[in-house]
């Protein structure tokens, strides 16, 4: 149970409304820098557009045809920095390009884009691009469709494996340094004083209890909601009139889908980068996790934000352009493990064509509709989130009219930064293998980083916990305890779809591992057999809403 009144009689410099990476972010680098930040998230971290990504920690390529040169060269910047701050969370990808005479983008385009592309990120570690001539290429890529070929690139770009364990290890941080971090908590109104907001109302979701969080004369209200960020703007409302704060529209989502299939005839080692046959959309195929993710799309939406699904026709989409670019493929609906779907908080650019809407993210200060102490957040990709913190804190400095400390989150690495070399790695094969296997301890350490340790730990006064989930996986039982003693999780889809994988990597949605995740939580967290029951249900609700195709529901 929450200590709602320890953390209601305080007065906080700065509040965060959403829990996702950029909310997370501006959280921790704020408390590093000395702020008095309380987050408010009303799911589970990473619980909105941070966990239905593509997963990649990138420069955008595709932005240069728009002539993006500075948010791609911010990004490349930030890869940099990830690669180095959290390299157990982001590692090097290889992305393959093929290049097609007659539906793709030219060979000197792709090529130019290369070499700018290289400049950009000309401070790098990672290599530079190499052109393949078509026989080359073929010769690598034999399963690829060879009609119209006319050769293909490749470079580096970075992946996030785990992106809600990225945020999550934000929000670990920032409560380490002294933040308050709290999930499952609404925001549900904002009261305003003149030209300031002087209070958040807020509901407890899991207790359904409301308290209020309180600022002081100088406090700043962020809003970092992502694609609900209009939607959070409307629950100010000012004294005497019933005028909504946000009175233009800020955000045009689109959504994009992902599906995820296990290794197919002539699947790729490398990451594929391909345009479409039917639109020549670029997507993405990306070896994930022994299986693959292959999307997106990008469709304008503005249904129900917190239900979102990947629809039939981009199912089939997805999987129709994957054999088109791979024959051999084959793949059909009866090969989908598991599909996901979620809405780009892109900026409201009316008329424009979905792919062509800038990826820029906007600092909005709310000055402009007579509040003084809001800025919200349009915008911001996964990649870039850390910038956006860093420039998020100074702007809040600024309006309190305080000189603000320097950032260090660029060179700060996260709790769980380790590198493989790391002696504790040797250190626990040493004093586990006996009990866990040495493929269930590699595991531990690529997604906890050095916190893997503290997961280990358990086993010595737990020996069951040292036990898989299931055969099949290499997670342990221990990471279920781990999730809820010291991970904030109070959900079973907190626990199996962002604080391990289990949701996506154990096939029919994790469902079957129910009985042996609740008989865990029963016997370790104290969850009782009704808590259980109601977890399953909840469960299973959620993956029919947002994960499993409406093809199987029918
Ligand atoms: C299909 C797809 C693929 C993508 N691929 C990539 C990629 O490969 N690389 C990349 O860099 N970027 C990618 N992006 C973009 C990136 O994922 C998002 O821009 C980023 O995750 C947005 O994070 P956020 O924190 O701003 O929003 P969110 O993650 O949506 O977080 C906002 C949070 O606010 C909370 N919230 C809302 N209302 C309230 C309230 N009233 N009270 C409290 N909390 C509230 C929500 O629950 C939510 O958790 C992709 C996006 C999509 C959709």
Redesign the pocket.
Known sequence: MRDLTTIENQDYDLII????????GVARDAALRGLKTIL???????????????????GGLRYLEYFEFPLVRE?LKEREVLLRTAPHLVSPLLLTIPIYGDRSRPYWKIWAGMILYDIFSFDKTLPLHRMLPKAKFKQLFRSIDPEGLSGGAQYYDGQATY?ERL?LENIISAKEAGAVVLNY????RLQRQGDRLSSVV?RDVLTEKEFTIRGHNKTVVIN?????VD??CK?GVANNHDAPIGKTRKIGG?????IIVAPFPGAPETTFYVEAKSDGRPFFIIPWLDMYLI???DIRYQGDLDRIKADNEEIDYLLKETNNIIPTANLSRQDIKFTY?????LPNEEGKKPGSVTRKHILYDHRKEGVTNLIS?I???????RHVGEEMVDAVYRKMKKTAPPCTTDSQPLPGGILPSDRRIQEAIDKYSDRVCLKSINHLFSMYGSRATEVLTLVNNEPELAEKISPSLPDIKAQIVYAVRSEMAHTLVDIARRRTTIAMHAGNYGLDLLPVMTETLNKYCGWSQEKCARACQEYRIYMEENCLPDYQLT
Do not use: M, Q
């Open positions: 409304i959403g829990g996702g990476i950029n909310g997370a408010l998230e009303k799911g589970d971290f990473a619980s909105g557009t941070s966990s239905w990504s593509s997963r990649l920690i990138h990004a992106a945020c908590t609404e925001v549900t807020c970092t909601s992502g694609p609900w939607r959070v629950l689109t959504k994009g889908s992902h999307g997106t799309t779907s979620g809405v780009r908080p957040l915008g911001g990709k996964l990649t870039t989130y």
